[in-house]
Nanobody, 127 residues
Framework: VQLQASGGGVVPLGGSLRLSCAASGESFGSSGMAWFRQSPGKEREFVAAIRWSSATTDYADSVKGRFTISRDRAKSTIYLQMDSLKPEDTAVYYC?????????????????????WGRGTQVTVSS
């Protein structure tokens, strides 16, 4: 499995950005995919997750109501629409894939649950 993330950049406070993550290499019917982010000196943190089959979603409290995760079956791609961006959203964003969706939410928020990772894309929110 290969994951290719894109869409990062510099955006002003309160602005919007959409990240994409294209997956290739296997069937994803049973998988869960997620976005994580990491700032310098901090641990990688969960942002949002989606179940490929049903498009069921999960969000970290810090982004709920501002970010939206979605998927496009035909393109084997997930997206992260980020609105009302804040300086604390500045980070490198990573997409990840777990071949078998984990029904336990606590597990879905852990980086160790995911077997495949894309290269990160930098998001910088300027104040």
């Amino acid at each position: 499995v290969q994951l290719q993330a894109s869409g990062g950049g510099v955006v002003p406070l309160g602005g919007s950005l959409r990240l994409s993550c294209a997956a290739s290499g296997e069937s994803f019917g049973s998988s869960g995919m997620a976005w994580f982010r990491q700032s310098p000196g901090k641990e990688r943190e969960f942002v949002a997750a989606i179940r490929w089959s049903s498009a069921t979603t999960d969000y970290a409290d810090s982004v709920k109501g501002r970010f939206t995760i979605s998927r496009d079956r035909a393109k084997s791609t997930i997206y992260l629409q980020m609105d009302s961006l804040k300086p604390e959203d500045t980070a490198v964003y990573y997409c990840a894939l777990d071949p078998i969706y984990n029904v336990a939410r606590m597990s879905r928020t852990r980086p160790s649950t995911y077997d495949y990772w894309g290269r990160g894309t930098q998001v910088t929110v300027s104040s």
